[in-house]
């Protein structure tokens, strides 16, 4: 019986195959030292990365009462608290802009690579039963949390673009610049995240470092005051190696026209961000061999 | 064009089972460590060494030195007892882990269907979950599109397609995800198990399907406990023991070679530590057997003799209503039959915690020849709940040895068939008309 059906399944695909070998063959076998990236593996899997994208957006606010308005709320109250604390109490100075614009144009950026990154660095241990169940590219997961980020982000912009009305200011040229700056946040973002993605698979004391490290890093970062606090042109670049300082203050210049154009700084934020990005990957690329036994 | 599928090269795979205690630990021990690990984890971590590479763990071959290949259009049933490195060589060929050494080649597409609903979101509807399962098992979206009705067909859940699957109840949930899984066609299909879930009528068309895929051409890998299932749809089968390929060769061979691997396997299976009997809180299987009459555990049972098979299970809560069973399947996956505990001592009457063993009386002169694999479950009544249920849980020949009352008469050949009942027949001579009226013509 196996033989008929063999002899058969050998005929019709015979003729395609004749010339060409049309099956593609997987090897399988241990990897050693520094992988490769596996980009094109990844382009072949895009329709999944799509659907995992598509995935997070629609499930995100599920059974929640306020739904897609979250996406504003925790901007916009951060906004609204650091007005009060830092602009009317503490007296920060903005750069000669109102306070509640100068923060909140920083933490739109801000908020889009605070979540990414928290999204993403759950992302293999949330999908622990798929990894240990199914082959695919893993980058999938964490770029996937990410990138669904970016529809917060753009109901947030409007917001923005909304209070920039009521504030009589007008955009500036440089707004051009504004969607590399939003590619310089996502590249952060991912980074950060596929470090501690990779690290939180096999401990998961990252889960509880994440919410400090980006509480940290808030601090870090010029959004409850302007970085021209720090003077010393060799000092804000040295600043910028955080490439939030980079994005944030890109925002404000592009945006709100503040005069401290970002230049070296944000040569030094994107020079980091692409690091954090590449060493992020392989060193995600190198931990993935170990996930399914881990996670 | 090789008609080679799949093709093993020594693959092994070590896996680290945690670190070895030491028997007594002094706090100054605990201390130093809790001081001293975070900055060695840290420093392997960053590394990127694994941990066992360190030497601190146990470490165990889940597979070593496995070779061999798989013919296109080939059915494979993969067996051995849990823990034998049946999943991991599964997980091995499906890429989702890697060998510590040795390689592998697979021509064509694979998917694997390790479990169903993989990739299933409970607040999607089952529509956006067959998109999402089914690109998560390797399907184009145009693929999906396509299949999509036949999908729902399958399922039979088309009411409820645009209903989140949280509302879904667990049969549905199932089938809709069997479907999804069972409309993937890739060249290579790696399939674990999947068919250990779901009520009876939903694993024969499991069974069914898998059955078409097989005679698609399709080259299966199929790990199962199912040796029916093993046994129907697989022409080869290849048994793990320990990591290492200790048969290879026809299914029914290879089958019965698990199954007297040693004694636990075959007539009599017994469960020693109540903390891992199947089981839960009411009750847990202990033994099964199969036994003669005077009460000795066979091997083989002759085809003329009665026999009983029993269950020996502790009541761990009284006040419940049990209910015993067993299945009978045949070496060709049928169901010969199941049969239900009637013993009127305990019908319908709540039972106190305790040992029982409930034997079920089998006539000889009542099954075929060949092997039989037993099931053995037990429910809760009121709400029915099922307690246990053990697949295969022992297994043994029927044997049929010539004798002048038997069923077979005087015939000497095949005579097929589930059962061989000895049935009372009438033979009349009415007149020798019938004879003339041949003979005039």
Redesign the interface.
């Known amino acids: 019986m196996q033989k008929v059906i063999n002899s058969e399944v050998e005929t019709a695909i015979a003729p395609t195959t004749s010339g060409l070998e049309s099956t593609p063959v997987i090897r399988i076998e241990p990897s050693r030292g520094w992988v490769s990236l596996k980009l094109r593996e990844l382009w072949e899997y895009r329709e999944l990365l799509y659907f995992f994208i598509w995935r997070d957006i629609k499930v995100r606010y599920k059974q929640t009462v306020l739904g897609a308005a979250w996406a504003i709320i925790q901007p916009f109250f951060t906004m609204v608290v650091f007005s009060v604390f830092f602009g009317k109490l503490a007296r920060m100075p903005s750069d000669g802009i109102p306070y509640p614009i100068f923060s909140y144009a920083a933490l739109v950026p801000w908020t889009f690579f605070a979540n990414g990154l928290r999204q993403a660095s759950q992302s293999m241990v949330s999908h622990a039963s798929m990894i240990r169940k199914v082959y695919f590219p893993r980058l999938a997961l964490p770029i996937a949390r990410v990138l669904a980020g970016l529809l917060d982000f753009a109901l947030a912009f409007l917001v923005l673009w909304g209070m920039m009305l009521a504030y009589g200011i007008t955009p500036t040229a440089n707004v051009l610049w504004l969607p590399l700056l939003l590619l310089l946040a996502v590249v952060t973002s991912l980074g950060a995240g596929l470090w501690l993605s990779a690290m939180n698979a096999q401990f998961r004391d990252v889960g509880y470092a994440v919410p400090f490290i980006i509480q940290f890093w808030m601090f870090a970062t010029p959004i409850a005051y302007p970085s021209s606090l720090i003077e010393a042109p060799l000092l804000r670049m040295l600043y910028g190696i955080n490439p939030m300082t980079g994005v944030v203050e890109g925002f404000r210049w592009a945006l709100l026209g503040v005069e401290t154009a970002p230049g070296p700084m944000i040569v030094a934020s994107s020079l980091a961000a692409v690091g954090l990005l590449f060493s992020g990957a392989f060193y995600f690329r190198r931990m993935e061999k170990t996930f399914a036994d881990v996670v | 064009?090789s008609?080679i599928a799949i093709r093993l090269e020594n693959i092994s795979k070590q896996?680290r089972i945690g670190k070895r205690q030491k028997k007594y630990r002094t706090l100054r021990d605990v201390l130093t460590e809790a001081a001293v690990a975070p900055l060695r984890?840290a420093g392997e971590?960053l590394s990127?060494r694994?941990?066992e590479a360190t030497g601190l763990n146990e470490t165990i071959w889940a597979l070593k030195d496995v070779s061999f290949e798989v013919?296109?259009?080939?059915?494979v049933g993969v067996i051995g007892r849990n823990g034998a490195g049946k999943s991991t060589l599964l997980?091995?060929?499906?890429?989702?882990?890697?060998?510590?050494?040795?390689?592998?080649?697979?021509?064509?597409?694979?998917g694997?269907l390790?479990?169903v609903g993989?990739?299933f979101?409970r607040?999607?509807t089952g529509r956006?979950n067959i998109?999402?399962s089914g690109?998560?098992?390797?399907m184009?979206?145009t693929e999906i599109d396509r299949k999509f009705d036949e999908i729902v067909e399958f399922s039979g859940v088309e009411k409820f397609i645009d209903t989140p699957v949280k509302h879904y109840s667990s049969g549905m949930y199932l089938r809709l995800a069997f479907a999804v899984a069972a409309h993937l066609e890739p060249?290579i299909l790696l399939v674990d198990e999947v068919l250990a879930v779901g009520d009876d009528r939903f694993q024969k068309k499991c069974l069914n399907k898998m059955e078409d895929i097989g005679?698609q051409?399709r080259t299966v890998i199929f790990v199962s406990h199912n040796m029916p299932a093993i046994t129907r749809l697989c022409?080869r089968a290849i048994l793990l023991e320990e990591g290492q390929v200790i048969a290879d060769g026809p299914a029914h061979q290879v089958v019965e070679t698990y199954l007297t691997l040693d004694t636990s396997t075959t007539a009599m299976r017994e469960w020693p530590d109540p903390e891992t009997a199947p089981g839960g809180e009411v009750a847990r299987l202990r033994a099964v057997r199969v036994c003669a009459e005077d009460g000795r555990v066979v091997e083989s049972v002759d085809i003329h003799e009665p026999f009983k098979v029993e269950m020996e299970y502790d009541v761990l809560k009284s006040g419940y209503v049990l209910l015993p069973h067993f299945y009978f399947w045949n070496q060709a996956g049928i169901c010969i039959f199941g049969t239900l505990d009637i013993d009127p001592e305990w019908k319908g009457k709540p039972r106190p915690a305790g040992r029982y063993i409930s034997s079920v009386h089998i006539p000889g002169n009542f099954l075929s020849d060949g092997m039989i694999f037993v099931n053995a479950a037990l429910i809760t009544q009121g709400p029915t709940i099922l307690q246990f249920w053990e697949r295969s849980a022992v297994a043994f020949q029927v044997v049929e040895s010539f004798s002048d009352d038997g069923a077979r008469g005087d015939f000497a050949g095949q005579i097929g068939g589930v059962v061989r009942p000895l049935l009372e027949w009438d033979t009349e001579f009415k007149s020798d008309v019938g004879g003339r009226e041949w003979l005039k013509r």
């Open positions: 064009m008609d896996y984890r971590l990127g694994t941990v013919k296109r259009g080939e059915v997980k091995i060929l499906a890429r989702i882990t890697e060998p510590t050494s040795g390689y592998a080649e697979v021509h064509g597409r694979v694997s390790l479990e993989t990739g979101h607040e999607l956006e998109y999402l690109a998560i098992l390797g184009k979206q060249e005679q051409g022409e």
